[in-house]
């Protein structure tokens, strides 16, 4: 569903006219179309800088070279006075004392208002948890407050400011995650931070562009919506998608998979053999899957006093209780293969609860406490667990929401709008990717940083 303000507020006559009865103008969003490009910054700018003695440094500028952007550093000539830059790289992975935060001003303040619009600016600190003193883990933890207030500020630009925190040892893995926030694949991901670990074994080395090459991906729910989005978007990448689906959804699921050459599987995930049938199928046609994305999912909402016993058990089985019953297989049969992915469909309504969600929130709670130990007990076969949390999304879910919530939704971030189903594919596909085998036990918001749960 298309929204009529960043419509309107593309044309420069209503835009004033918006502007002068209060409303916001959302920006319209740089979003990338196709498959993974190795030199996806060809032709822009790109100023980097660090504080104290980065330790990420060398890997941010290896990591540049292959984009295809000219980059300036901020310690050499200082910046021209007529220069824009689409993005901005600072590594405070150095800072291990309070007083070296004014690092943060000195970089950022006189380029604040050089950036383009839709601009791009990630931020790497160190892992505040993995610090051995206070002075350190303090002036990281810092950095997210200045990422998330910077993010408010450039919002309204279309522009979106992410960070990385950095553990001790996994700057090699940094590549991916960078490139993505750089990327307008992640033009729906805003004021959020990543963790890059160091443990398990490292990440196969592949290259940048068709990374999905022999993968075999599981999606459920994958007939509409975001599953089918997300199927879509794997099989760019080189992957062969099986998309699972309710028998009663058959015919969209294979009108779904014809649109990649996928294969589907008409099923539903709550049935008691559900978990064997799946694992034989995988093992029977595939030899395994290297991909699993729990997507299906459902709301029931009331309020709970007024909610019937039926909604609170069929949320609670379809989202919840089939997913943690089907990795039971896919796990402990090790049906995924060794450098698997795994990544489960949260809501931001699992962190911040909503009115009249206690069974849907209860469930992208209890996965987000499934990636936080999934994440940490795979690590060994390099397997990682994440999830993904979309805020408004324009679905017919969203679409079949009163005005006034509907509006609410779209506006309460710091993009004014609501995202798209391709928005959170992107976010998935990033975390599938070899690439990205430094990020596990993650849950990643894709919601324009909303203002609910930020
Ligand atoms: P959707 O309703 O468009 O698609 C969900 C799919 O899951 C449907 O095709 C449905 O048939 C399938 N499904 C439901 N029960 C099933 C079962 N028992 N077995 C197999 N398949 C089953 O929903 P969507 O908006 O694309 O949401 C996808 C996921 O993203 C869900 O987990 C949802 O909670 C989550 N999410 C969506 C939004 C949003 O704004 N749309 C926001 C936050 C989270």
Known sequence: MSDYLVRA?????????????????????????????????????VLVGAGG???????????????GATVERSDRPRPRDDAK????????????????????????HPVARKLTRNARVVVLASLPSAMDNLQAAVAARAVEGFVRSLAKEIGGFGSTVNMLYVEPGA?????????FFLSDYSTFVDGQPLTVTA??????????????????ALVTGGARGIGAATANRLAREGAHVVCLDIPQDAETLEATV??????????????DNAPRQIADFLTEKFGGVDIVIHNAGVTRDKTLANMPE???????????????????????????????????LCSIGGIAGNRGQTNYGATKAGLIGFVERRGVTERERGVTVNAVAPGFIETRMTAEMPFGVREGGRRLSSLSQGGEPRDVAEAITFLVTPGAGGV???????CGQSLIGA
């Open 9 to 45: 507020a593309s044309n420069p006559t209503l835009r004033n006219v918006i502007k002068t009865v209060g409303l916001p103008t959302p920006a319209e969003l740089a979003r990338a179309e196709g498959p993974y490009q190795d030199r996806f910054l060809d032709a822009q700018t």
């Open 53 to 67: 003695r980065a330790s990420a440094f060398n890997e941010v500028e290896k990591t540049l070279k292959t984009t």
């Open 85 to 108: 830059y689409d993005a901005l790289v600072f590594d405070a992975t150095g800072m291990d004392d309070v007083a070296e935060l004014t690092a943060l001003y000195e970089f950022f």
């Open 171 to 179: 700057e090699s893995r940094i590549a991916a995650p960078l490139r």
């Open 199 to 216: 443990g398990g074994p490292m990440p196969e080395a592949v290259p940048t562009t068709q990374p999905l090459q022999n993968k075999v």
């Open 258 to 271: 014809g649109e990649f050459g996928g294969t589907a599987l008409a099923l539903d995930i709550t049935d």
């Open 310 to 344: 039926h909604y609170w058990d069929m949320v609670l089985s379809i989202n919840l209780a089939a997913i943690v019953k089907v990795d039971a297989v896919l796990t402990g049969e090790q049906v995924i293969n060794e450098h698997g992915r795994v990544v489960c």
């Open 440 to 446: 596990s036990a993650n849950v990643l918001r894709v």
